[in-house]
């Protein structure tokens, strides 16, 4: 199942130049994450009351093509692999039907002293 999450993108996000500034896809790719998480049901607010929370643990980006401003895109994300202690996602960011943006990231949970964790359950099983 391939979550969308809509972005529009505005003069904060752009450079000098115009175009969104680099670092800032990493927030759009974030963002949307987030909401596919909330709509699994998982509450990361609760996670970190039990002691645990998500960690980005390496991203893989390939910029294809500029996004401007004021343009609407979409970030795609579709899980590649799962085990019960790491989640790879892929995330495409379009504007209409272009990739312009593409990302693996691989994403641990972690307890209060750093060591890996298991994954949410609802994470494991809508993985499948």
């Known amino acids: 199942m391939t ?7 505005y003069y ?7 175009i969104v500034y680099y670092a800032n896809y990493l927030k759009f790719i974030e963002r949307a994450r987030s909401e596919w ?3 699994l049901g998982i509450d990361q607010v609760a996670m970190k ?9 390496r991203v893989e980006a390939d910029y294809l093509s500029p996004a401007r401003f004021d343009d609407n895109l979409i ?3 579709s899980v590649s692999k799962s085990t019960g202690v ?3 996602v892929s ?3 379009k504007r209409g039907e272009t990739l312009i943006f593409r990302a693996i990231v691989t994403i641990i949970c972690m307890d209060e ?7 949410p359950a609802q994470i494991r099983q809508s993985t499948r």
């Open 86 to 88: 790491r989640l790879t």
């Open 37 to 39: 998480v909330r709509e």
């Open 91 to 93: 995330q495409d960011i």
């Open 113 to 119: 002293t750093g060591a890996v964790a298991r994954l």
């Open 49 to 57: 009351a039990a002691g645990v929370v998500f960690a980005v643990r």
């Open 3 to 9: 979550h969308q999450f809509p972005v529009r993108v």
């Open 12 to 18: 904060e996000d752009t450079d000098l130049a115009g």
């Open 75 to 77: 970030v795609e994300t």
